[in-house]
């Protein structure tokens, strides 16, 4: 009952429409135990009596109890979906609130299919769990409850022999709904898998292509979901399969003895069918009450995944508000490893950057380079250590005035399924249109843009496969000079542009860069020779510091890095 706990909890926020619903289904019930009631008059008194005026009256009196039994129980449906909905809605928003403030590190764990499968499915799942098995609660409970008062009314002796077979219907219900609970919890992770397949599948397209792997993989994965589909599909009718049974058995009995009763003279023939009816009206609602405990349990594997989120550790972040960088950054002591790794990314970096200074971060692949940089907007917190904006820890200050210092600039370049005006204005969303065109001209995206069938509006695709590699990287340029932040972080932002256009961001970011501190990763020389110092990295350690005269000097590790830049 834990679980039905947190579901209403969760519906709470919604419970007028909860109890107006529970309400109607008590309304819902009263007018099916009518039902049956009704047999007897219509049985004794207008086909053995023959009654003339209730000839007229029972008729009219039938359709208005089932014209009230529908409307009630539309609005009884869609109250519960409603609720349902919302709750569903609300739970989305919370999942995607809480993750966006996660760390890093949590995405390097699951894949973001995974994460989009608990968004969407799970969060699917309890929504039909919230709108069809508490609905069937509220109504069936309360319907069996009404049709067996009606049943011990019309003949208390015929009604223990109907419900006494219940009480073993329920129990075999509830081990069946134990078996279907592990069913479930393999079907998300089926349904999770699938979802991750989709996503690795339509991102890496021309993987799949070039190596004839379109349907292969996906046709395991995906009948490994339909047999766990039909496990639940067979434990959930077998419920159903065993409450006939249990219901046939109990109703043979009742005819039995009641056929006796009526032969003997101490039961009419309106009493019996009256009672008769109320048992069988019972045991659909019973049947349905017997599954309730099925859908509870199927929804128990979406509230632990989901729950299992819910409970991560968001970042955790400072109350203090930093306005601007003043004087200097400062990396002290800073040592870090990614949780699935062995070998430190950064081992005692020690290195203090000036403000309005141009750095140039150099190493091998691997050696650390994009980590040290991660670091300052906290992307990743230090294992040891700590990183300092004018002296104050970093971890002092809350996530949005310290990310407010940054722009950054990637070789993977993150584009949105939007226009190019939408995503150039992401740096900031209360920029006008001049502003927007002048940053994209100061990233020498506008000429390219103009020639676009719809210019500034034109789509970009997802991550903008609309758009040459060359484009998309003005176009994130545009976006991080819009912002125009204290603070430039460029990961090998030029690697994807010719030489033509490299000419021409290199002028741009001249412009940007004055009275602006600048840490670079790299890659081209006219990067390395402008900078103001150049950190050679090697194996997460710091090798040596210097201008490129000093470097090319003095330090092997340099040279050879500058030699490869020179070939590239």
């Not at 002092?396 to 990310?403: C, D, F």
């Amino acid at each position: 009952m834990d679980d039905l706990r947190i579901l209403f909890r969760l519906a709470k926020p919604y419970w007028k429409r909860v109890v107006i619903a529970a309400i109607i289904s008590l309304v819902i019930s009263g007018l099916n135990a009518s039902i049956a009631w009704l047999v007897k008059p219509a049985l004794d008194d207008v086909l053995i009596k023959k009654d003339i005026a209730l000839i007229i009256l029972l008729p009219a009196g039938i359709l208005l109890v089932f014209a009230l039994k529908g409307l009630f129980t539309f609005c009884h449906e869609y109250l519960m979906r409603s609720a349902s909905q919302k709750m569903v809605m609300s739970l989305r928003g919370q999942l995607y609130d809480h993750l966006i403030r996660l760390p890093l590190s949590y995405f390097s764990r699951y894949s973001s299919g995974s994460l989009i499968s608990k968004v969407i499915n799970d969060t699917n799942t309890l929504q039909s769990v919230v709108s069809l098995t508490i609905k069937d609660l509220f109504i069936e409970s309360a319907t069996v409850i009404a049709l067996a008062t009606v049943a011990v009314w019309r003949r208390w002796d015929l009604a223990l022999i109907a419900l006494i077979v219940l009480p073993g219907a329920f129990y075999a219900a509830g081990r069946l709904g134990k078996r279907l609970k592990k069913i479930s919890k393999r079907s998300q992770q089926k349904i999770s898998v699938i979802t991750e397949t989709l996503h690795e599948s339509f991102s890496g397209i021309k993987i799949i292509k070039a190596f004839s792997r379109e349907k292969k993989r996906f046709d395991h994965i995906n009948k490994d979901y339909y047999r766990e589909l039909m496990r639940a599909v067979r434990t959930s009718e077998f419920i159903s399969l065993w409450m006939e049974i249990v219901g046939g058995l109990g109703i043979a009995a009742v005819v039995w003895y009641g056929a006796r009763l009526i032969v003997d003279g101490t039961m009419t023939i309106g009493d019996f069918f009256s009672f008769l009816t109320a048992v069988f009206l019972l045991y659909t609602p019973a049947k349905r009450l017997a599954k309730v405990n099925a859908g509870i349990q199927k929804a128990r594997a979406p509230l632990n995944r989901i729950f299992e989120v819910l409970s991560a550790e968001q970042e955790t972040e400072g109350d203090r508000i930093i306005q601007s960088l003043e004087f200097n950054i400062q990396y002290d002591n800073v040592s870090f490893t990614y949780p699935s790794a062995q070998r430190s990314a950064l081992k005692n970096i020690n290195l203090t950057i000036q403000k309005g200074e141009l750095v140039a971060i150099v190493g091998k692949s691997g050696s650390g380079k994009t980590t040290l940089i991660n670091m300052l907007p906290r992307f990743y917190t230090p294992d040891q250590g700590s990183i300092l904006i004018d002296g104050f820890d970093i971890s002092t200050a809350t996530m949005q005035s310290l990310r407010a210092l940054f722009a950054i600039v990637t070789q993977d370049i993150i584009l949105f399924n939007d226009s190019i005006y939408a995503n150039i204005s992401y740096g900031n969303i209360n920029a006008s249109k001049d502003e927007v065109i002048s940053a994209a001209k100061a990233a020498y995206a506008d000429e390219f843009i103009l020639e676009l069938p719809r210019g500034y509006e034109t789509v970009v695709g997802e991550r903008g496969l609309r758009l040459s590699g060359g484009q998309r990287q003005r176009i994130s340029i545009a976006r991080a000079i819009l912002k125009n932040p204290p603070v430039l972080i460029l990961d090998e932002a030029t690697s994807s542009l010719d030489t033509e256009s490299e000419m021409k961001i290199q002028q741009a970011l001249k412009n940007l860069i004055s009275d602006r501190t600048t840490v670079v990763i790299a890659h081209r020389l006219s990067t390395i020779k402008n900078a103001d110092r150049t950190v050679v990295i090697d194996k997460g350690r710091i090798m040596d510091i210097g201008t490129h005269e000093q470097l090319i000097s003095r330090n092997d590790i340099y040279m050879k890095l500058y030699n490869t830049f020179a070939l590239s």
